[in-house]
């Protein structure tokens, strides 16, 4: 992600970036809660859910920094996708896919407190990651760091961070209590030219890659998709999909930092592809999900020619597309008795920084090739100067901890980045689920410490004799953030990525040594292993969607629906606009707006397009708030439909639909 890519316009900038004023605080206490205990079953168990994490529109957009927006409004809502799975023996876990940029520890905790008294999931049982969208709400991390450098906007948000934490802890004990006999199916695929390496340099200096023929951006990425497949029995007793959790390697950026509604960037077309597959193909009498986890992303971009929702849409239905072949190929290749051991650890680097002779650095430091930025989204002129453009490292004293990473802002950096505001409580998890081993990490990993990682935790795995497991992958950004993860190599050059490696060259060496020591420990029984009873967080809070408390504000048409046509490389769009509740009064979690249609103007039906749905859950109906009136009381929206049907026979109508003490608003029907 580009967390720190302009971290200042100037170097004058670079203070008030991280200037601490003007922001209170928020205590929190944590403790952990004893599960309920796992009951004997019969075969393997599975249930699933999904919850709406859209926010109010005002939050500040994480992952471009400073040139990021507050979000005012959405164009793809943004879900949690929960599957949770139960072996015939031994503990149950929980995958929770979320549509923001990056897990956070705290979230974690939280949620795990929440849930205990409902589900038999402990903490160490329970995986919380994002998919790295560029443009979701922020504000949510367990540091103040990042809480204050990720988005445009500095301070923690409590408000939202509750409405994060309780509806994916609804989400985990639907899915909990809507559990059921299941089957399970993995496989693989690779997808090709939807990608591309931003830090080839980098990547060739890996020892590993051959002088004579280096691959080139388009080859040196992670191709592979790997997919589990489960279907569950209905209630006449014949089994139909009800989830899908796949990895794919590729950075949610394909929307640029000019963008202010709030999307899932590529995950959001990948995700409903095949959810919209499974419910169009096989008639479930459930809702499906597709929880799509990012993995080995770190120098890998979208191939995209120009940012924006039209290439966004490309790359992402391509990708869905093959999700969705590789789906209907596990047909008939599903089976009940499958193995499902996990561990789980958490680790103060601050007190144990090393393993094996293996050490991080005592304090993390930015390197000044952040200001850069990565080439998704370069920081003017900083890119240029030769103190902080990407691939500058130092050449001297290199000796140090930091090796050749050059300090942002130089020793001032230690008087206004306290060490105490950094990530170091570390979060671990390996998770064998049949013949794939899940490696979630609180890191944006690149290709080839992808690689290293997995072939240690396999290596230790074969040492003692554990041979069924097929394949090892990574998940990217899960269970809280520590930056990202370059190999001892690749840091030396020190492009954008080795810059947001925090914790200096070694990083990559140490986690694959605890990684390995982890992967044995799966299947012994451990329960919550090397976790605290309380945990203890404070954190700089500033609250950004609070509004009124009430309003008398009447639903209106501002202005009747209006065609835009656009340049060949935009997205045409029908528009309404409406006076309705203040943002903060409406209930941003449930449907807003539905097409209709009609062929005389008298009755009118919800408009489905090939079985989906034409409403605000899909990717091409958005909602903007464009001003808020009479002193806070009265909200002003517009809805768009992108890529409208064009039919000549029929009639369509925006639909408002009721908030409480409102009523359906249409707009006049137009063709």
Same mark, same amino acid.
């Given at each position: 992600?580009?967390?720190?890519?302009?971290?200042?316009?100037?170097?004058?900038?670079?203070?008030?970036?991280?200037?601490?004023?003007?922001?209170?605080?928020?205590?929190?206490?944590?403790?952990?809660?004893?599960?309920?205990?796992?009951? !004997?079953?019969?075969?393997?168990?599975?249930?699933?859910?999904?919850?709406?994490?859209?926010?109010?529109?005002?939050?500040?957009?994480?992952?471009?920094?400073?040139?990021?927006?507050?979000?005012?409004?959405?164009?793809?809502?943004?879900?949690?996708?929960?599957?949770?799975?139960?072996?015939?023996?031994?503990?149950?876990?929980?995958?929770?896919?979320?549509?923001?940029?990056?897990?956070?520890?705290?979230?974690?905790?939280?949620?795990?407190?929440?849930?205990?008294?409902?589900?038999?999931?402990?903490?160490? =049982?329970?995986?919380?990651?994002?998919?790295?969208?560029?443009?979701?709400?922020?504000?949510?991390?367990?540091?103040?760091?990042?809480?204050?450098?990720?988005?445009?906007?500095?301070?923690?948000?409590?408000? $939202?961070?509750?409405?994060?934490?309780?509806?994916?802890?609804?989400?985990?004990?639907?899915?909990?209590?809507?559990?059921?006999?299941? &089957?399970?199916?993995?496989?693989?695929?690779?997808?090709?030219?939807?990608?591309?390496?931003?830090?080839?340099? !980098?990547?060739?200096?890996?020892?590993?890659?051959?002088?004579?023929?280096?691959?080139?951006?388009?080859?040196?990425?992670?191709?592979?998709?790997?997919?589990?497949?489960?279907?569950?029995?209905?209630?006449?007793?014949?089994?139909?999909?009800?989830?899908?959790?796949?990895?794919?390697?590729?950075?949610?950026?394909?929307?640029?930092?000019?963008?202010?509604?709030?999307?899932?960037?590529?995950?959001?077309?990948?995700?409903?592809?095949?959810?919209?597959?499974?419910?169009?193909?096989?008639?479930?009498?459930?809702?499906?999900?597709?929880?799509?986890?990012?993995?080995?992303?770190?120098?890998?971009?979208?191939?995209?020619?120009?940012?924006?929702?039209?290439?966004?849409?490309?790359?992402?239905?391509?990708?869905?597309?093959?999700?969705? #072949?590789?789906?209907?190929?596990?047909?008939?290749?599903?089976?009940?008795?499958?193995?499902?051991?996990?561990?789980?650890?958490?680790?103060?680097?601050?007190?144990?920084?090393?393993?094996?002779?293996?050490?991080?650095?005592?304090?993390?430091?930015?390197?000044?090739?952040?200001?850069?930025?990565?080439?998704?989204?370069?920081?003017?002129?900083?890119?240029?100067?030769?103190?902080?453009?990407?691939?500058?490292?130092?050449?001297?004293?290199?000796?140090?901890?930091?090796?050749?990473?050059?300090?942002?802002?130089?020793?001032?950096?230690?008087?206004?980045?306290? &060490?105490?505001?950094?990530?170091?409580?570390?979060?671990?998890? !390996?998770?064998?689920?049949?013949?794939?081993?899940?490696?979630?990490?609180?890191?944006?990993?690149?290709?080839?410490?992808?690689?290293?990682?997995?072939?240690? !935790?396999?290596?230790?795995?074969?040492?003692?004799?554990?041979?069924?497991?097929?394949?090892?992958?990574?998940?990217?950004?899960?269970?809280? $953030?520590?930056?990202?993860?370059?190999?001892?190599?690749?840091?030396?050059?020190?492009?954008?990525?080795?810059?947001?490696?925090?914790?200096?060259?070694?990083?990559?060496?140490?986690?694959?040594?605890?990684? =390995?020591?982890?992967?044995?420990?799966? =299947?012994? =029984?451990?329960?919550?292993?090397?976790?605290?009873?309380?945990?203890?967080?404070?954190?700089?809070?500033?609250?950004?969607?609070?509004?009124?408390?009430?309003?008398?504000?009447?639903?209106?048409?501002?202005?009747?629906?209006?065609?835009?046509?656009?340049?060949?490389?935009? #997205?045409?769009?029908?528009?309404?606009?409406?006076?309705?509740?203040?943002?903060?009064?409406?209930?941003?979690?449930?449907?807003?707006?539905?097409?209709?249609?009609?062929?005389?103007?008298?009755?009118?039906? &919800?408009?489905?397009?090939?079985?989906?749905?034409?409403?605000?859950?899909?990717?091409?109906?958005?909602?903007?708030?464009?001003?808020?009136?009479?002193?806070?009381?009265?909200?002003?929206?517009?809805?768009?439909?992108?890529?409208?049907?064009?039919?000549?026979?029929?009639?369509?109508?925006?639909?408002?639909?009721?908030?409480?003490?409102?009523?359906?608003?249409?707009?006049?029907?137009?063709?």
């Amino acid at each position: 992600m580009h967390t720190l890519n302009t971290l200042s316009k100037t170097w004058v900038m670079f203070f008030l970036i991280f200037s601490f004023t003007g922001c209170a605080s928020v205590n929190m206490e944590i403790s952990r809660q004893t599960p309920r205990q796992n009951m !004997a079953n019969t075969g393997l168990l599975a249930g699933t859910a999904k919850a709406d994490i859209t926010a109010t529109p005002g939050m500040p957009m994480g992952g471009y920094a400073l040139w990021a927006n507050f979000g005012q409004g959405f164009r793809t809502r943004l879900y949690a996708r929960v599957l949770y799975l139960k072996p015939d023996s031994g503990r149950s876990v929980a995958l929770v896919q979320c549509d923001f940029l990056t897990g956070s520890l705290l979230l974690n905790h939280r949620v795990a407190e929440l849930i205990a008294k409902e589900t038999d999931i402990g903490i160490d =049982g329970l995986l919380i990651a994002g998919t790295h969208t560029h443009s979701a709400p922020s504000n949510y991390a367990d540091n103040n760091f990042y809480n204050d450098n990720t988005s445009n906007a500095r301070g923690f948000d409590p408000d $939202y961070f509750h409405y994060l934490s309780t509806q994916i802890a609804d989400a985990v004990i639907r899915a909990y209590q809507e559990r059921r006999p299941a &089957k399970m199916a993995t496989g693989k695929t690779q997808i090709f030219n939807m990608t591309r390496n931003r830090s080839i340099d !980098a990547y060739h200096a890996n020892k590993n890659i051959s002088e004579e023929n280096p691959p080139d951006i388009y080859e040196a990425v992670n191709p592979e998709m790997h997919m589990i497949r489960v279907d569950a029995r209905d209630h006449d007793g014949q089994y139909r999909p009800l989830a899908a959790v796949s990895t794919f390697s590729i950075h949610a950026t394909a929307v640029s930092s000019k963008n202010e509604f709030y999307n899932g960037d590529v995950f959001a077309y990948i995700e409903r592809e095949v959810e919209y597959g499974i419910k169009d193909e096989y008639k479930t009498p459930w809702e499906p999900i597709h929880a799509a986890f990012n993995s080995t992303h770190a120098d890998t971009s979208p191939n995209y020619s120009k940012q924006g929702f039209p290439e966004a849409r490309r790359l992402g239905k391509y990708i869905g597309e093959k999700a969705w #072949e590789l789906f209907r190929s596990m047909d008939g290749k599903l089976k009940n008795d499958v193995t499902i051991v996990f561990a789980a650890k958490e680790i103060n680097l601050y007190s144990e920084p090393c393993i094996d002779g293996i050490c991080l650095c005592d304090r993390p430091v930015v390197g000044a090739a952040l200001a850069a930025g990565a080439d998704d989204g370069a920081s003017p002129i900083l890119k240029d100067l030769p103190w902080t453009r990407q691939g500058s490292p130092r050449w001297f004293f290199t000796k140090s901890c930091q090796g050749h990473k050059r300090t942002l802002g130089g020793p001032f950096q230690y008087l206004v980045l306290p &060490k105490k505001d950094f990530p170091h409580q570390l979060f671990l998890q !390996a998770i064998q689920i049949d013949d794939i081993l899940l490696l979630p990490l609180p890191f944006e990993t690149t290709k080839e410490s992808g690689v290293r990682l997995a072939k240690q !935790a396999l290596n230790s795995l074969a040492a003692e004799n554990k041979e069924d497991i097929r394949s090892s992958v990574i998940i990217s950004c899960a269970n809280g $953030y520590f930056g990202y993860m370059t190999t001892p190599e690749e840091y030396s050059i020190q492009r954008y990525e080795g810059g947001h490696t925090l914790y200096g060259p070694q990083t990559q060496p140490f986690v694959a040594g605890q990684l =390995g020591k982890l992967v044995l420990e799966m =299947g012994k =029984g451990n329960v919550e292993n090397n976790f605290s009873e309380k945990w203890s967080y404070n954190l700089r809070s500033k609250r950004f969607t609070a509004g009124v408390a009430s309003s008398d504000a009447k639903r209106a048409t501002k202005a009747e629906p209006a065609l835009t046509t656009v340049k060949k490389d935009e #997205e045409p769009y029908w528009s309404f606009a409406w006076e309705d509740l203040p943002p903060n009064l409406i209930s941003w979690k449930q449907t807003l707006v539905q097409i209709e249609e009609s062929s005389d103007k008298i009755t009118w039906e &919800k408009l489905q397009i090939n079985g989906r749905p034409m409403d605000d859950s899909g990717y091409d109906i958005s909602i903007l708030c464009t001003d808020i009136i009479r002193q806070g009381k009265t909200g002003i929206y517009e809805t768009r439909w992108y890529n409208p049907e064009t039919a000549k026979n029929k009639y369509y109508r925006f639909a408002i639909l009721p908030q409480p003490g409102q009523d359906y608003l249409y707009s006049s029907p137009f063709r």
